[in-house]
């Protein structure tokens, strides 16, 4: 498989990801009008997806902001979540059942649902998250997140997480996070999570993500899910290629307003009361 491309098979045609920047730069904010287009018409944003960013473990919601920025140019509104224990809630400890109801608050906010775009361990809760509410979004995309979290590397993490995190904790240090977030989710399996949608899901991995491991495991516990492989650029994809990020997102986007305004016309409207006397004339 080229790195440049989707994979095919059970992801369906593969397809170009585009170039990437190398690892580590966002690049200037002017580079998103070109991932986003032109300046949207916000007249349509009604009928258009919202989108709920979720971030990764030790991040923020900031971590969103090229992505906010370039979907609103697009006329799509959104918001990014903090969860538990990061951002505006650094004093909380994560928890599973925090995360999911941080991301069901945002797409309750919402008077469609949304698409739900998680990162890492945004990813994770994502799944984990669809898999109990899918009737209430469109559906996912989720990347750096393609490996289960479990076996004996995890639990040799966790007690390196523990034991820095005791160190560190009176200097202010956040690697608590890391103990709890690997507590939380330990023996917590998003392939199985993965196996229970029926809303669209796209993976979206950088080329030199090392949690994309399991990639095709997770393509074959979903069947006509699609991945996107991204060139040169590492686990925080949409960090290290926030153009080509940006231009995935777009593509999902459209092909969700393609699918909704097929069911749209699919559907017949009943009729009315002056339509219903009228065919018994």
């Given at each position: 498989?080229?790195?440049?491309?989707?994979?095919?098979?059970?992801?369906?045609?593969?397809?170009?990801?585009?170039?990437?920047?190398?690892?580590?730069?966002?690049?200037?904010?002017?580079?998103?009008?070109?991932?986003?287009?032109?300046?949207?018409?916000?007249?349509?944003?009604?009928?258009?997806?919202?989108?709920?960013?979720?971030?990764?473990?030790?991040?923020?919601?900031?971590?969103?902001?090229?992505?906010?920025?370039?979907?609103?140019?697009?006329?799509?509104?959104?918001?990014?979540?903090?969860?538990?224990?990061?951002?505006?809630?650094?004093?909380?400890?994560?928890?599973?059942?925090?995360?999911?109801?941080?991301?069901?608050?945002?797409?309750?906010?919402?008077?469609?649902?949304?698409?739900?775009?998680?990162?890492?361990?945004g990813g994770y809760s994502t799944l984990a998250y669809?898999?109990?509410?899918?009737?209430?979004?469109?559906?996912?995309?989720?990347?750096?997140?393609?490996?289960?979290?479990?076996?004996?590397?995890?639990?040799?993490?966790?007690?390196?997480?523990?034991?820095?995190?005791?160190?560190?904790?009176?200097?202010?240090?956040?690697?608590?996070?890391?103990?709890?977030?690997?507590?939380?989710?330990?023996?917590?399996?998003?392939?199985?999570?993965?196996?229970?949608?029926?809303?669209?899901?796209?993976?979206?991995?950088?080329?030199?993500?090392?949690?994309?491991?399991?990639?095709?495991?997770?393509?074959?516990?979903?069947?006509?899910?699609?991945?996107?492989?991204?060139?040169?650029?590492?686990?925080?994809?949409?960090?290290?290629?926030?153009?080509?990020?940006?231009?995935?997102?777009?593509?999902?986007?459209?092909?969700?307003?393609?699918?909704?305004?097929?069911?749209?016309?699919?559907?017949?409207?009943?009729?009315?009361?002056?339509?219903?006397?009228?065919?018994?004339?």
């Amino acid at each position: 498989m080229s790195p440049a491309t989707a994979v095919a098979g059970a992801a369906g045609p593969a397809r170009p990801a585009g170039p990437a920047r190398p690892a580590g730069t966002a690049g200037p904010a002017a580079d998103h009008t070109d991932a986003a287009g032109p300046a949207a018409d916000h007249t349509g944003a009604r009928d258009r997806a919202p989108i709920v960013f979720v971030h990764g473990v030790r991040t923020s919601s900031a971590i969103w902001a090229h992505q906010m920025a370039a979907m609103a140019r697009s006329g799509h509104r959104s918001v990014a979540v903090d969860l538990p224990g990061h951002g505006t809630r650094a004093h909380e400890r994560f928890t599973l059942a925090g995360a999911l109801e941080a991301i069901g608050q945002a797409v309750d906010a919402f008077d469609v649902p949304p698409l739900v775009v998680g990162l890492s361990l945004g990813g994770y809760s994502t799944l984990a998250y669809a898999a109990r509410h899918q009737d209430r979004i469109a559906g996912v995309v989720v990347a750096g997140c393609s490996t289960e979290i479990r076996g004996k590397p995890v639990r040799a993490y966790r007690s390196v997480a523990h034991h820095v995190a005791r160190t560190l904790r009176p200097s202010g240090g956040t690697w608590h996070i890391v103990s709890d977030m690997l507590e939380a989710m330990g023996g917590h399996s998003s392939l199985a999570d993965l196996r229970r949608l029926l809303v669209p899901v796209w993976i979206v991995n950088g080329r030199r993500d090392v949690l994309r491991l399991e990639e095709r495991r997770y393509l074959a516990a979903r069947p006509g899910t699609r991945l996107t492989v991204v060139p040169r650029a590492g686990h925080d994809v949409n960090s290290h290629a926030p153009i080509v990020f940006n231009r995935i997102l777009l593509d999902v986007l459209a092909e969700l307003r393609t699918a909704a305004a097929a069911i749209a016309r699919a559907v017949p409207v009943a009729p009315g009361p002056t339509q219903g006397a009228a065919s018994l004339a």
